[in-house]
């Protein structure tokens, strides 16, 4: 029962069932079977065999009928090749022998088929391995989808293993049902880690060979804290991580407590602590009353929950649903930030070789205008009912300014000759995100309302680290010099042009940091919901002064580990602070 040490990416405790699930859409899950389990899981490849089987027959009969026997007969073939002996005898023995589950058996196949097609002579009979594999690849999905369905269903609450840290594997189940996540690969900053610390999912990463070790359903205690795993623990190492459960949650309640209290400097400066929302499901994870309005609402969340776009009818409802939730406090929408690592399964983009710098966010609206059309007017129709700001991603030049301004007053125009109730006043504002906008900042605050800064894209774009890249993801610091000192001149500029300046990215949730920020002069503060309590108690521990002192001494730091350190001394003074707090 050792401990194996990973990487923190989202603090907090899980014990509970492991559940192993594909990283990607195009993988196929690993774990290890008990002796005991492998007839069970060959009776469940015979299932799915039988399954992919009958629809080759029906669907080589309904081809038949159209178009003729001939063109009918490929269906025939791939039934033959679904009761070939060979093929079956190899992974009947992976089973067996090596205690591996259908799906990675089969997927084993498959690559073994290809590597021998790919030795042979002439295009044609390469070729030809897609043929073979078709089969047996329809079989992997049968096997995925139908333990999906029957694991959705019910109602366990477990640790999810994946290869690795992606969106699809945090989202793979409702977050109530997840007591942790852990997996062989990725990076603190990738997009599935951010969601895991929105979601308030403990989760460790970075543990190699981790799905060898594994078995379906095997007991796996997560300490996000320390970024370790226990596997199958035995009763007195359950019995003292239960005590550490109790004691943080009772170090939570303490915050809470005092987390509706606003978030007052000792010297009088309030600053608004807001929240940043993934879906509407978010609003009953927290009591609105603990912030001080939406400062993010994804909405590509919204549209990657779904199977088609959705309607500006629905649009307006879930936006609606949410401004009314605030009760008058303000909500930022931005529009639709897909791309990259976020992609619709309905709405087919490109294959680029590197896709952090290209076809995403505003890039996307501005080319398909549809999208943004109607996304807008949902959003103007939702102003009626509560204050709404509308923010824009993915800004690089004062032209995409112009162009999306083009459009918001093309759209409100529309809405308003057809009778549609509209804010006369909607402010609206622009990610900070890109180097480019740091060199226009005054030009661009001249046109626009407020600003927010989306650190987590302008770290791995000012350090030129793709942040879902493992071969990279260490290189990505978001305390590097260079981007403290941006983060500041962002600050300075927006108190020159009397504009509101609010970070939303990931560094927000960090309690030294939101010193920091609020000592370089933002107003606003947007995190996931788990850091609102925190976040005020530092806010009203330390004068605005003072932070503004620190901000000056960190500024002459000139290495990550220098600022790093600084900001260490910080979090432990807060931390002393909530521990004299919890004893008073």
């Excluded at 025939?76 to 090596?98: F, K, N, T, W």
Aim: net charge negative.
């Amino acid at each position: 029962m050792p401990q194996i040490q990973g990487l923190i990416v989202a603090p907090g405790l899980g014990l509970g069932p492991v559940h192993v699930v594909r990283a990607r859409l195009d993988s196929a899950p690993v774990w290890s079977l008990r002796a005991d389990e492998t007839g069970a899981e060959i009776e469940r490849l015979d299932a799915a065999i039988d399954q992919v089987f009958e629809v080759l027959g029906r669907r080589q009969k309904e081809v038949a009928k159209a178009v003729g026997e001939r063109d009918a007969g490929i269906l025939g073939v791939h039934q033959m090749i679904l009761r070939d002996p060979g093929a079956r005898a190899d992974v009947d023995r992976a089973i067996r022998d090596e205690r591996l589950n259908a799906e990675a058996a089969v997927d084993r196949l498959i690559h073994t088929l290809e590597e021998t097609m790919g030795r042979l002579d002439g295009d044609s009979i390469r070729g030809y391995a897609a043929d073979v594999t078709e089969p047996w690849r329809a079989v992997v999905k049968a096997l995925m989808q139908t333990d999906q369905e029957s694991f959705a269903q019910s109602e366990d609450k477990v640790v999810i293993a994946a290869a690795e840290l992606t969106p699809e594997a945090v989202t793979f189940l409702g977050r109530e049902r997840i007591h942790a996540i852990v997996t062989e690969a990725g990076g603190r900053f990738s997009h599935g880690a951010v969601l895991a610390r929105s979601f308030g999912i403990p989760c460790v990463v970075g543990i190699p060979n981790l799905l060898a070790r594994l078995e379906q359903n095997m007991q796996v205690l997560v300490d996000g804290d320390h970024g370790t795993i226990v596997l199958d623990p035995d009763e007195a190492t359950i019995a003292a991580f239960m005590t550490r459960c109790d004691q943080r949650s009772t170090r939570t309640s303490a915050l809470s407590s005092h987390a509706g209290k606003p978030a007052v400097t000792p010297d009088g400066t309030k600053l608004d602590v807001l929240v940043n929302l993934e879906s509407v499901r978010d609003l009953d994870t927290f009591d609105v009353s603990h912030c001080d309005g939406v400062g993010l609402l994804r909405t590509e969340f919204l549209y990657m929950e779904r199977t088609v776009f959705p309607s500006e009818e629905e649009q307006f409802r879930l936006y609606r649903r949410v401004v009314d939730s605030m009760q008058g406090r303000p909500v930022t929408i931005r529009t639709l930030d897909i791309g990259g690592d976020k992609q619709l399964p309905y709405f087919k983009t490109p294959k680029e070789a590197n896709p952090a710098l290209g076809w995403r966010g505003t890039r996307v609206t501005l080319e398909w205008q549809d999208l943004l059309r109607v996304q807008l007017r949902a959003v103007m129709r939702a102003t009626a009912h509560g204050p709404v700001r509308l923010l824009i991603p993915m800004i690089s030049s004062l032209d995409e300014v112009h162009s999306v301004f083009k459009i918001f007053d093309e759209t409100r125009l529309q809405l308003t000759e057809q009778g549609y109730d509209v804010a006369p006043d909607i402010p609206v504002g622009i990610m900070i995100e890109v180097p480019s906008t740091l060199w226009i900042l005054d030009d661009l605050l001249a046109e626009v309302d407020f600003i927010s800064v989306g650190t987590n894209d302008l770290v791995q774009y000012l350090l030129a680290v793709d942040r879902d890249n493992v071969f990279v993801s260490g290189l990505y610091e978001p305390m590097h010099p260079a981007v403290i000192r941006a983060l500041a001149e962002i600050g300075r500029a927006a108190k020159r042009a009397g504009k509101s300046v609010c970070v939303c990215g990931e560094i927000a949730g960090d309690e030294a940091v939101a010193v920091l920020l609020a000592g370089m002069g933002y107003d606003s503060l947007s995190v996931a919901p788990n850091f609102l309590a925190v976040l005020k108690f530092a806010i009203r521990a330390i004068p605005l002064a003072e932070a503004q002192g620190i901000v000056e001494h960190v500024l002459r730091l000139r290495s990550a580990t220098e600022i790093k350190a600084s900001l260490e001394g910080i979090r432990k003074r807060l931390g002393e602070a909530i521990l004299a707090h919890e004893a008073g």
